[in-house]
C-alpha cells in the first residue's frame, strides 16, 4: 500500500541556513506520527513543506500521492492544517471566524459542532481579542478539523493548553484516529508522543537523528529523571535504585538527578515519599539525550501509557459521503462578508472613508476655477466629477488595502488562510470586495450629488465609466497587494502608499487635466499607471474619447494591472516582515 505521506531527501534552505538536511520518512494511512525535537530542530520547516506552504530545496515530498505545493488544488480540500501560531481577525468573534473558515471549507462540518469538538461551544459570542492563549490554540485545532480532513498536520497542538485542555485534545486526536484519520505532529513533548503516536522520528539540527515505534525509541536510551525530595525525606529512605533501572544518580541539595530506563517505574516507586495530597504535585521531568542535547517532557498531563483517561465526548462516526466542492466565488464571498463585518465594526475608518473623498473634491474646486480650460473643451464639471470619481476609487481601495492587507500579514491571517482551499489571488480579491463595494456607492453618491451641485449633464458613454472604474479597482486590489509586499510594519503603511496616491493625484490628469500641461510633462504623464483609468472615467462623462483612444487606455491599464499582480506573485511574502 502506497504511503499517505512520504519525503525522500528532503531539504529546505533559507539563504545560508540548511534548516531541513535530507531527511526520509513515510507515514501510512491512519497512522498517527510524532516529530519530537527541540527548537531550531527543523519540525516546523518540515510541516511547512508537508502542508504545501512552501517548496523544498531539495528532494521530493508526496502527501495523498501528490506534490502539496504544486498540486495543491488536488491536496488541500483533503488535509486539515493547525499552525505554530495561527492569526485570526480579532474584531470577529469566535463564531464568525469559523463560520469564514467554513465558507472557504468543502464538506465543511457545521460550525457549532466544530467548536463542541474542541469545548468552545460557550465562548461563540467573544471577539477573537478576548480569547486567552490556549482558546487561541482550541480555535485553530477547530478550524484545522472543518473540513474532515483525511490528513490533519498539527504542530504543537497541546502548546499553551492548561493540563484538562490537553487531556481533552489527546482524547480528541485519538477518537479521529480511530475513525481512520492519519495525524502528524510535531511536539517538544516525549509524554505526548508515548500518548498518541504509533512511531515518532526525533528531529536534532535539521536531520532524523532517530525514528521507529515509540516504545523501542524510548527504550533505546536512558531517561533522566529530576525531582526535588521533601524536606522530611532522605535519599536513603527510595527503593534501591539499581531495582528501578537506575544507571547513574546525583543528589544536588534537595535535588535529586537520576538516568533510567524506567521512568514510570520510578514515579510510582517513589509517589508514596511525599505527605498524601502532595504525591503527585511534582512529577519527575524527563529527557532522552539525543546527540548532545535533549527532549523535554511536560508533566502537565496524565501520566506514561498505561495510565486511566476518562472521557464523556462520544464516538463521531466516520462521514463517508463526497464533500461537496467549494468554488472560487464562495470561498470570495466567505471572506468578503468577513472583511465587510470588520469594516463596519470600525466606525471611524468607515466615516473617514465616505467623507475624505467628498470633501477633497469640493476642496479641490478653487483650484480647477484657476485653470484655463479654453480650448481644451473641457468644463469645471467635467474635470471635477471623474477626478472625484478617481479619488474614491484610490482612497477607499488602494489606501485602505495597503493597510489591510500589511495588518493582516503581520498578525498572521493571512498566512493561515493560505493553509486552506483559498488560492492566493482569492485571498486578495475577497478581503478588497468591502473595500471596491465601499468605493462603488462612494461613486454613485458623488455622481448624484455633483450633478446637482454643478448642473452638470449626465453621462455621454456611461460604458466607459463602469469600464473605468472596474478596470481602476482591479488596478488598485494589485497596487495595494504591491505596496503591502515592500511594507513592513502596519504604522510604515501610512507612509508607503503616499508615491502612488501623490503620484496619481498630480499627475494623472484627476484635477489637473493633461491638456492644460507643458507637453513633455503631459506625455509622461499619460504613460502613468492611473491615466488610462482617468482617460476611461473623463471620456464616459464627455463621450469624446475615440475608440483608438479607448483602446490604448484599456490596453495600458490591463499592462499596468498585469505588472502589478506579477510584482505580487514575486515579492509577496505571507509571513510577517516586521
Not at 510 to 522: D, S
Amino acid at each position: 500500500m502506497n504511503p499517505v505521506i512520504e519525503t525522500v531527501g528532503l531539504k529546505r534552505s533559507y539563504r545560508d541556513f540548511d534548516a531541513v538536511k535530507g531527511i526520509d520518512f513515510t507515514v501510512a494511512r491512519g497512522e498517527l506520527f510524532a516529530l519530537l525535537g527541540t527548537n531550531g530542530a527543523g519540525k516546523t520547516s518540515t510541516l511547512e513543506l508537508l502542508e504545501g506552504q512552501a517548496t523544498p530545496t531539495g528532494g521530493s515530498v508526496r502527501v495523498l500521492g501528490h506534490d502539496p505545493f504544486r498540486e495543491r488544488s488536488a491536496v488541500r480540500h483533503r488535509i486539515g492544517v493547525m499552525l505554530q501560531e495561527g492569526g485570526f481577525p480579532p474584531e470577529l468573534t469566535v463564531l464568525e471566524t469559523v463560520r469564514m473558515w467554513a465558507g472557504c471549507t468543502s464538506g465543511a462540518r457545521p460550525a457549532d459542532e466544530a467548536l463542541d469538538m474542541t469545548n468552545l461551544s460557550d465562548r461563540r459570542a467573544v471577539r477573537v481579542k478576548q480569547l486567552s492563549g490556549g482558546e487561541r490554540r482550541r480555535l485553530d485545532l477547530s478550524l484545522a478539523l472543518l473540513g474532515r480532513p483525511e490528513v490533519l498536520f498539527l504542530d504543537e497542538p497541546t502548546t499553551g493548553l492548561d493540563a484538562q485542555s490537553r487531556r481533552d485534545t489527546w482524547e480528541l486526536i485519538r477518537e479521529l484516529k480511530l475513525q481512520g484519520t492519519t495525524v502528524l505532529l510535531t511536539t517538544h513533548y516525549l509524554e505526548e508522543a508515548e500518548q498518541l503516536a504509533d512511531r515518532l522520528a526525533i528531529m536534532h539540527q535539521g536531520l532524523i537523528a532517530t525514528t521507529g515505534r515509540v516504545a523501542d525509541v524510548v527504550a533505546e536510551r536512558p531517561a533522566r529523571i529530576s525531582f526535588r525530595l521533601p524536606q522530611d525525606r532522605l535519599l536513603g529512605e527510595l527503593p534501591p535504585l539499581p531495582a528501578m533501572g537506575v544507571t547513574r544518580h546525583e543528589t544536588v541539595g534537595g535535588t535529586v538527578r537520576l538516568e533510567t530506563r524506567d521512568p514510570p517505574a520510578h514515579r510510582h516507586r517513589t509517589a508514596h515519599l511525599g505527605p498524601p495530597h502532595r504525591r503527585h504535585a511534582a512529577r519527575p521531568r524527563r529527557t532522552v539525550r539525543i546527540t548532545g542535547r535533549g527532549l523535554h517532557g511536560d508533566r502537565q498531563g496524565p501520566g506514561p501509557r498505561g495510565d486511566t483517561m476518562t472521557t464523556t465526548a462520544p464516538t463521531r462516526p466516520v462521514d463517508t459521503a463526497p464533500p461537496v466542492r467549494r468554488g472560487a466565488a464562495s470561498r470570495m464571498a466567505a471572506l468578503g462578508r468577513a472583511e465587510l463585518t470588520l469594516l463596519l465594526r470600525s466606525r471611524a475608518a468607515l466615516i473617514t472613508a465616505l467623507l475624505v473623498p467628498a470633501v477633497t473634491t469640493f476642496s479641490m474646486r478653487g483650484v480647477v476655477d484657476g485653470l484655463d480650460l479654453d480650448g481644451t473643451g473641457l468644463s469645471i464639471a467635467t474635470v471635477l466629477l471623474p477626478g472625484s470619481l478617481g479619488l474614491a476609487l484610490i482612497f477607499s481601495v488602494y489606501t485602505n488595502l495597503v493597510g489591510v492587507y500589511v495588518t493582516r500579514r503581520e498578525s498572521l491571517v493571512l498566512k493561515r488562510l493560505r493553509t486552506g482551499e483559498v488560492r492566493d489571488w482569492e485571498i486578495f480579491a475577497g478581503g478588497a470586495l468591502p473595500a471596491l463595494l465601499l468605493a462603488y456607492v462612494q461613486c454613485a453618491l458623488l455622481i448624484i450629488g455633483l450633478t446637482v451641485v454643478l448642473d452638470a449633464p449626465a453621462p455621454a458613454a456611461p460604458h466607459l465609466m463602469v469600464l473605468g472604474l472596474l478596470i481602476g479597482g482591479a488596478m488598485l486590489v494589485a497596487a495595494g497587494a504591491l505596496t503591502a509586499a515592500v511594507t513592513r510594519t502596519a504604522e510604515s503603511a501610512q507612509l508607503t502608499f503616499l508615491p502612488f496616491w501623490l503620484l496619481s493625484m498630480a499627475g494623472s490628469g484627476m484635477f489637473v487635466p493633461r491638456e492644460v500641461l507643458p507637453g513633455v510633462v503631459g506625455d509622461i504623464s499619460a504613460w502613468l499607471p492611473f491615466s488610462p483609468v482617468m482617460d476611461l472615467l473623463r471620456g464616459g462623462w464627455t463621450g469624446d474619447l475615440g475608440a483608438a483612444d479607448q483602446g490604448r487606455a484599456l490596453l495600458l491599464a490591463l499592462a499596468w494591472t498585469g505588472l502589478a499582480a506579477l510584482g505580487v506573485r514575486r515579492w509577496f511574502r505571507w509571513g510577517p516582515r516586521g
